[in-house]
């Protein structure tokens, strides 16, 4: 079985479609591959900037988001040893839409798969690309159905990579490993109910060896993650021999933090623990010298201290489109040029740097002190005669930064 499209986009999480509904409604024919069955929950915190919900109501699922998601976020705070300091998040005054909220990647990712659905994208799922090659001018996915083991080719003049960082590249031929380091950080989460978290609060929890985060969102529960080094969590291992990794790393994180142990001693465990790593953040390739495209974590991946993953994943996705759009009778169709696709990679590359670029690095910044016990003792007492700098590192990790204007249909720059 052979079909082509305009565009190919692998990855059906918050990015990839994202971009499938832009580009459908557009009037492209698209064809969006993702190899997992949805819904299904992912390692992830769950928060989706106020910067977001505008995005979310141009893309049509705004209403469904407001009917689902958890209170408006508020408070930003931090959680460190016995002590806990909390401020005033931010209000993104712009819109209507001041405050983030935090819903599950099951229920936000299964609104926006069927949302591109509807408006006439091709869905391919469970599939999965085992390799991509070049025919002329057409990028080739050469596909598999998870389940019943079929194959296809799905081709298109644009190939847009949206499948995550931690996922087999199909783009690479073969990927070099990377030794084991210490410093490797995984990722645990967990959902809870009956959780004793002030709601509308957005803590940070900072403890020796990882970081964190705790919220309340949808259908009344709560969520934590947490990144943890790989030699904390080998110690964590041996410290508690009969427990699993997620459950010995978890009893470290309450041991170092009470904000923690209060918010969750009386709660019970709603969904099974899920894990994954190393998660490597970093600037990446949102262009690539194959040709392909690059949207989401794969683009570049910011510490997720920030809890802005989400939020760059829409962003990016809107940023390339807008660029392929604008640009609709050169990179699509009969009379696709080489030149103007390579002319929007670069203008998208740029412009993902200047509104991504400074927010890697700061996360990178905060998850460093925040895993420092020196530097977490020398900040509190600041944090807590001066609660207001959380509200402007909240500020300037970019919660109220408008990146795209989704009635503009602009960039705004920096």
């Known amino acids: 079985m052979k079909t082509a499209h305009d565009a190919i986009i692998v990855g059906a999480g918050p990015a990839g479609s994202t971009a499938a509904i832009r580009l459908a409604e557009a009037g492209w024919s698209v064809a969006l591959i993702e190899k997992q069955s949805f819904p299904r929950r992912k390692v992830c915190g769950e928060c989706i900037a106020a910067t977001n919900l505008p995005l979310l109501d141009a893309l049509g699922v705004g209403a469904a988001f407001d009917a689902l998601a958890g209170p408006e976020l508020r408070r930003v705070g931090i959680?460190?040893?016995?002590?806990?300091?909390?401020?005033?998040?931010?209000?993104?005054?712009?819109?209507?839409?001041?405050?983030?909220?935090?819903?599950?990647?099951?229920?936000?990712d299964t609104l926006l798969l069927q949302r591109a659905a509807a408006v006439g994208v091709h869905l391919w799922q469970p599939w999965t690309v085992k390799h991509v090659s070049r025919d002329g001018r057409d990028h080739v996915c050469h596909a598999l159905d998870v389940e019943s083991a079929v194959t296809a080719t799905v081709s298109a003049p644009l190939l847009i990579a949206a499948h995550g960082s931690w996922q087999p590249d199909p783009f690479v031929a073969a990927r070099a490993s990377r030794p084991q380091r210490g410093g490797d950080l995984f990722a645990f989460k967990a959902t809870f109910t009956n959780a004793e978290l002030e709601p509308g609060l957005l803590p940070v929890l900072a403890f020796p060896g990882g970081y964190g985060g705790i919220v309340l969102g949808d259908h009344g529960r709560t969520t934590l993650a947490f990144c943890i080094r790989r030699d904390t969590l080998g110690e964590c291992r041996a410290r508690y021999r009969s427990r699993s990794a997620a459950l010995s790393a978890y009893a470290y994180l309450q041991s170092c933090c009470t904000g923690v142990r209060d918010a969750l001693g009386t709660a019970t465990l709603a969904a099974p623990w899920l894990s994954i790593g190393p998660i490597r953040p970093g600037m990446r390739a949102p262009w690539r010298d194959d040709g392909t495209f690059a949207i989401g974590n794969i683009a570049g991946e910011a510490h997720p201290i920030l809890g802005e993953g989400v939020s760059m994943a829409i962003q990016s996705a809107w940023l390339l489109c807008d660029r392929l759009i604008a640009r609709d009778d050169t990179v699509r169709g009969a009379q696709v040029s080489a030149t103007a696709v390579a002319e929007a990679g670069r203008d998208y590359s740029a412009s993902w740097r200047r509104s991504f670029a400074r927010r890697i690095r700061l996360a990178a910044a905060f998850a460093h002190l925040a895993m420092q016990p020196g530097a977490t003792r020398t900040l509190l007492p600041l944090l807590q005669r001066w609660p207001v700098i959380l509200t402007a590192s909240a500020r300037h990790g970019a919660k109220v930064q408008r990146v795209v204007d989704p009635v503009a249909n602009c960039v705004h720059s920096h």
């Open 79 to 108: 959680f460190a040893g016995t002590r806990k300091v909390t401020a005033a998040l931010p209000a993104f005054a712009a819109t209507r839409h001041p405050w983030g909220r935090a819903l599950g990647r099951e229920h936000l």
